[in-house]
């Protein structure tokens, strides 16, 4: 079980992973957006960095909103919209980063985008996705229907964890999502 931690004055507990991932993603995002500055000498290089690597978790809020109508950071941080089953995550995508560094060939301020996006989705991969690599690829998610049971396994288990250990679902709530799960593979077979 990962280590919830108490952050005093907020009443919010979190994982000991959520607090290393964002704080990953912040030092590499503030590396690459640092020597791209230095050696571009474009103010905006550094702009387009910090867009493309830590704006990219903004399609989080978007699989939030689209499965939970209220807003509730606790239940947002623990990524509590994954019992839906459903993960979109259209801005966390390879093709996009592909696709970037080919435009940036006759659009060069789209460099640092791709390359902050590439340095995001590296590190989502590492730490994410070592049973499932081809999980940030839109195509494999759009193959396995969006399924987040489907596309990464582990990773939806390891949520689901994370959820009962924060308290955001009980027992028979997990029943009920495995219960779904049981029945959907019904569906298909």
Known sequence: MDKIIHIPGFNLKVTRRLIVDLSLHFVVTLFIALSLLFFSQKTSWLVMAFIGGILIDTDH???????????????????HFVVSRKLYLVFHAWEIVFVLTALSLWWSFLAPLAIAMAGHL?????????????????????KHQFSFDKFNYYLFERQIKSLKQAGLIQEEKEKDIRTSEDQDENLIT
Do not use: E, K, V
């Open 122 to 142: 590296l590190i989502d991969t590492l730490m994410h996705a070592r049973y499932s690599p081809l999980c940030y690829f839109l195509l494999y998610r759009w």
């Open 61 to 79: 809020f978007i699989d939030y909103f689209l499965h939970l109508d209220r807003w509730n950071l606790l239940s947002f941080l623990h990524g």
